[in-house]
């Protein structure tokens, strides 16, 4: 026998666990122009072994024409992926967790979205919990507005197992434009050392342009941009594999720059939809303390010119900024980019490290005047001071700097945002990753950033690792944490439930600016809120899919509203 049932994104489902309790879903809202997503979620109990094998999953619609992941056409179209457990040796740090993660011991969790065996097939296994991702793309053309049913059946042969029908409700209106600027650290040596290419090789340009198009698809718009092989994740006196996009040469201690690289990168970042250009940090992490390795020809010869022996403040490299930094602006505004770039002095300083980070900032803010400094960090002094202008806190530090009322404000989670507060560890629910869309829009975000988009390696970055055996980086963090896609073996990068659910907070606030438009803010917090027992925070909001689900519902029927009554 089969038991199967349509649910939404927001659910995980383990494959030991029973399907009885999973909600159904029957009805959800959409615009004319967003991407949705829900799951088909079956169990095999008592399956005859000729059931054992394959299931043929077939999606009918008025909405779609045919089955097409390709987008050529440019029509609405639909994919289906099923959802793969991955070993998580560390869901939870034990002493650094609530108790709302799914489950806290290892085991394998639902995460990894691979393509349907030969389009449309998914696996029938015996006493096995398995899920189907079903996803709607409205193409270029975008959905027809009004009330739509989409069929799902799961068959064998001419016997069909299972047919249900889930009600859509397309919005006449489409979302606005993401204002949203979301960045993931993108790392290229990460993927030359798990896929074995050359760094810059062509598979290595290809791999890294699959790896784009991707994070573009799910949300991202700001890449890091390696000008120098990023300072990050990187242990005192070790480096990391050279990915640096500039080229140097001294000659007769003077400094010559090639940027081919950095305008080949711009290109095609542009061709996949970037639009905003994180510059790799011009010191070390935790604190300004040295230069990052440079790579330079010397007479002849490529050598490191400047790294962990480097003082991030003395003479030799102060000059070498100098000397750079006014040429790289140059390039950017030559590109046509530099009005959307940002600069990064160094990630996470203390309050201890304030008067380090103070002076090396000092050395480039006047060749950098115009354009925005910004560093992820938890300490208000900084911005108190007058230090730095754009500070970054991790959401679970935000309340202080909210309330001393920071422009622009951005926020970043990664491992140490584990209690209370949102994130997407792997077993966390979903709802704790897809609430950060409400509360994006009530704090006014300008801005969220994470550390990792795809860090294939272990802490500090000693070494490789395999992301399929080892998802916390080799015991670095919380499973999930390191990385967000993971690596098929064609050099194209797998989504996880983790960058869909996250697509679809971005999209949520994007609904809710739509409302804003309408209705106004002070009035669509109050829809936001209405509903619950105190104010949004990061740190309190509702536990549950159901507040999710249903608040974006009645934001998408008031907007409706507003617009009919707008004509």
């Known amino acids: 026998m089969i038991n199967a049932k349509i649910i939404s994104s927001l659910q995980k489902c383990f494959i030991d666990e029973k399907i009885t309790d999973k909600p159904e879903l029957k009805k959800l809202t959409a615009y004319k122009n967003e991407r949705f997503s829900f799951q088909l979620c079956y169990r095999a109990e008592g399956v005859p072994a000729q059931f054992a094998g394959f299931a043929d999953v077939s999606v009918r619609s008025d909405l779609i024409t045919e089955f097409s992941e390709n987008k050529k056409s440019g029509k609405p179209s639909f994919s289906l992926r099923t959802?793969?457990?991955?070993?998580?040796?560390?869901?939870?740090?034990?002493?650094?967790?609530?108790?709302?993660?799914?489950?806290?011991?290892?085991g394998l969790f639902p995460d990894v979205l691979i393509p349907a065996r030969?389009?449309?097939?998914?696996?029938?296994?015996?006493?096995?919990?398995?899920?189907?991702?079903?996803?709607?793309?409205p193409g270029k053309t975008g959905f027809k507005p009004g009330d739509h049913k989409i069929t799902v059946s799961l068959s064998q042969g001419e016997g069909v197992l299972f047919e249900e029908s889930l009600d859509v409700h397309i919005v006449n209106a489409e979302l606005p434009p993401q204002e949203l600027i979301f960045t993931q650290w993108f790392h290229c040596d990460c993927l030359a050392s798990y896929y074995n290419v050359p760094v810059f090789s062509?598979?290595?340009?290809?791999?890294?342009?699959?790896?784009?198009?991707?994070?573009?698809?799910?949300?991202?718009?700001?890449?890091?941009?390696?000008?120098?092989t990023p300072p990050l994740d990187t242990y005192i006196g070790g480096e990391r594999e050279t990915v640096q996009l500039v080229d140097i040469k001294v000659t007769g201690g003077k400094y010559e720059f090639d940027f081919k690289k950095l305008q080949k990168w711009v290109g095609m970042c542009k061709k996949?939809?970037?639009?905003?250009?994180?510059?790799?940090?011009?010191?070390?992490?935790?604190?300004?303390?040295?230069?990052?390795?440079?790579?330079?020809?010397?007479?002849?010869?490529?050598?490191?010119?400047?790294g962990w022996e480097t003082d991030s403040c003395g003479r030799e490299y102060r000059e070498f900024l100098a000397a750079f930094i006014p040429a790289l602006l140059t390039e950017l505004k030559a590109l046509g980019v530099d009005k959307f770039c940002r600069f990064h002095v160094s990630d996470e300083?203390?309050?201890?490290?304030?008067?380090?980070?103070?002076?090396?900032?000092?050395?480039?803010?006047?060749?950098?005047?115009?354009?925005?400094?910004?560093?992820?960090?938890?300490?208000?002094?900084?911005?108190?001071?007058?230090?730095?202008?754009?500070?970054?806190?991790?959401?679970?530090?935000?309340?202080?700097?909210?309330?001393?009322?920071?422009?622009?404000?951005?926020?970043?989670?990664?491992?140490?945002?584990?209690?209370?507060?949102?994130?997407?560890?792997?077993?966390?629910?979903?709802?704790?990753?897809?609430?950060?869309?409400?509360?994006?829009?009530?704090?006014?975000?300008?801005?969220?950033?994470?550390?990792?988009?795809?860090?294939?390696n272990s802490q500090h970055s000693y070494y490789p690792i395999n992301p399929y055996l080892s998802s916390n980086c080799d015991y670095f963090a919380q499973s999930g944490d390191g990385f967000s896609v993971w690596p098929?073996?064609?050099?194209?990068?797998?989504?996880?439930?983790?960058?869909?659910?996250?697509?679809?907070?971005?999209?949520?606030?994007?609904?809710?600016?739509?409302?804003?438009?309408?209705?106004?803010?002070?009035?669509?917090?109050?829809?936001?809120?209405?509903?619950?027992?105190?104010?949004?925070?990061?740190a309190d909001y509702p536990r549950c899919e159901e507040y999710i689900l249903e608040t974006r519902k009645k934001i998408d029927m008031l907007v409706e509203k507003g617009l009919k009554r707008g004509k």
């Not at 905003?276 to 490191?304: C, M, N």
């Open 118 to 137: 030969r389009g449309s097939k998914t696996p029938v296994a015996e006493e096995e919990t398995r899920c189907v991702w079903i996803e709607f793309d």
């Open 488 to 538: 098929a073996q064609d050099g194209t990068a797998y989504e996880s439930v983790r960058t869909s659910v996250f697509a679809d907070a971005i999209s949520d606030m994007r609904a809710l600016r739509l409302c804003e438009s309408i209705y106004g803010r002070e009035q669509t917090v109050k829809f936001l809120e209405e509903d619950i027992d105190r104010p949004l925070k990061f």
């Open 83 to 106: 959802v793969e457990q991955i070993i998580a040796l560390t869901p939870v740090l034990p002493k650094f967790c609530d108790d709302d993660y799914l489950r806290k011991t290892p």
């Open 202 to 228: 062509k598979k290595h340009w290809k791999i890294i342009e699959n790896y784009v198009k991707t994070a573009v698809k799910t949300g991202m718009n700001m890449i890091l941009t390696p000008v120098f």
């Open 349 to 456: 300083p203390s309050a201890e490290q304030l008067e380090k980070y103070k002076d090396a900032k000092s050395g480039v803010a006047k060749l950098l005047e115009g354009y925005p400094i910004m560093d992820a960090l938890s300490s208000l002094q900084y911005y108190k001071d007058g230090v730095i202008e754009h500070p970054i806190p991790a959401c679970d530090h935000i309340e202080p700097f909210y309330e001393a009322g920071v422009p622009e404000l951005w926020t970043y989670y990664c491992c140490g945002q584990h209690t209370g507060v949102p994130n997407r560890f792997i077993a966390m629910p979903s709802y704790r990753n897809r609430i950060i869309g409400f509360l994006f829009y009530k704090y006014d975000i300008k801005g969220f950033l994470h550390w990792g988009y795809n860090f294939y």
């Open 272 to 306: 996949c939809g970037i639009k905003y250009y994180e510059i790799s940090h011009l010191f070390t992490q935790w604190g300004a303390g040295h230069a990052p390795k440079i790579i330079a020809e010397v007479d002849g010869e490529k050598k490191r010119i400047f």
